[in-house]
């Protein structure tokens, strides 16, 4: 079986210094995306699904501690190396609060940041081989980017796959459709909340054996849906 490449997403307003390092990476088997700002990157961050995220701190629009914070409201666990001018220690703790992985200052060494990516991306290996999700009969397999109901494999639309991953990782936690909506389409999606209804309802018709009476993905009065395991 072919080596899966590996994605590293590049977003720094330096268009030199984004194309320098986009090069770079390609020329070891990286797959790269590259934005511009911090909506842009944003936007590949939740739909290009990169394995590591080298992000500037000073952008256009949304700034890099911004897109960090809502990758990690997201569940987004995709790890993160911030690279930036700015080296105060007040900066680097806000960016280690919000969840960064790693964080260098520039200028730089171009070897040494190369080693700290690959670094930071063999630590995340192990993590991909994580187990299985488990609820009653139905398997979510993050890795493989799977579902099985009594074993045999349902197939799902990508974004119903990411809306039960976000339940089956927080069995019994409740979601409003409005939080669904930001961390499954992202808050510039301009759908509404009649969206997840749709989803939830096409979930259920092809993982639940009662759709109607359903016994894991939960409506919960006033609020929105929840996922339960037993």
Same mark, same amino acid.
């Given at each position: 079986?072919?080596?899966?490449?590996?994605?590293?997403?590049?977003?720094?307003?330096?268009?030199?210094?984004?194309?320098?390092?986009?090069? /770079? *990476?390609?020329?070891?088997?990286?797959? $790269?995306?590259?934005? !511009?700002? !911090?909506?842009?990157?944003?936007?590949?961050?939740?739909?290009?699904?990169?394995?590591?995220?080298?992000?500037?701190?000073?952008?256009?629009?949304?700034? !890099?501690?911004?897109?960090?914070?809502?990758?990690?409201?997201?569940?987004?666990?995709?790890?993160?190396?911030?690279?930036?001018?700015?080296?105060?220690?007040?900066?680097?703790?806000?960016?280690?609060?919000?969840?960064?992985?790693?964080? $260098?200052?520039?200028?730089?060494?171009?070897?040494? %940041?190369?080693?700290? $990516?690959? !670094?930071?991306?063999?630590? #995340?290996?192990?993590?991909?081989?994580?187990?299985?999700?488990? *609820?009653?009969?139905?398997?979510?397999?993050?890795?493989?980017?799977?579902?099985? #109901?009594?074993?045999?494999?349902?197939?799902?639309?990508?974004?119903?796959?990411?809306?039960?991953?976000?339940?089956?990782? /927080?069995?019994?936690?409740? *979601?409003?459709?409005?939080?669904? %909506?930001?961390?499954?389409?992202?808050?510039? *999606?301009?759908?509404?909340? #009649?969206?997840?209804? /749709?989803?939830?309802?096409?979930?259920?018709?092809?993982?639940?054996?009662?759709?109607?009476?359903?016994?894991?993905?939960?409506?919960?009065?006033?609020?929105?849906?929840?996922?339960?395991?037993?």
């Amino acid at each position: 079986m072919a080596k899966r490449q590996e994605t590293i997403l590049v977003v720094e307003d330096d268009r030199s210094l984004r194309d320098a390092l986009a090069m /770079n *990476f390609q020329l070891r088997g990286y797959r $790269v995306l590259a934005a !511009g700002d !911090g909506d842009s990157g944003l936007r590949l961050a939740v739909d290009g699904r990169p394995d590591l995220i080298v992000l500037d701190l000073m952008l256009p629009g949304l700034d !890099g501690l911004e897109v960090l914070g809502q990758l990690r409201e997201r569940d987004i666990d995709v790890p993160v190396l911030i690279l930036s001018a700015r080296g105060r220690t007040a900066d680097k703790v806000d960016a280690f609060r919000l969840g960064t992985d790693d964080y $260098v200052t520039k200028p730089f060494q171009l070897p040494e %940041l190369i080693a700290r $990516v690959q !670094g930071m991306l063999r630590r #995340r290996r192990p993590r991909l081989a994580r187990p299985p999700l488990v *609820f009653g009969e139905i398997e979510l397999d993050e890795a493989a980017h799977t579902v099985r #109901r009594a074993g045999r494999e349902v197939e799902l639309l990508a974004k119903e796959f990411d809306l039960l991953r976000l339940l089956a990782r /927080n069995p019994g936690k409740p *979601f409003s459709r409005e939080a669904i %909506l930001e961390r499954v389409w992202g808050w510039d *999606f301009e759908g509404t909340a #009649r969206t997840v209804d /749709n989803y939830i309802h096409s979930l259920r018709q092809k993982l639940e054996t009662d759709p109607a009476r359903p016994r894991h993905i939960k409506t919960v009065r006033q609020v929105g849906y929840k996922l339960e395991p037993a």
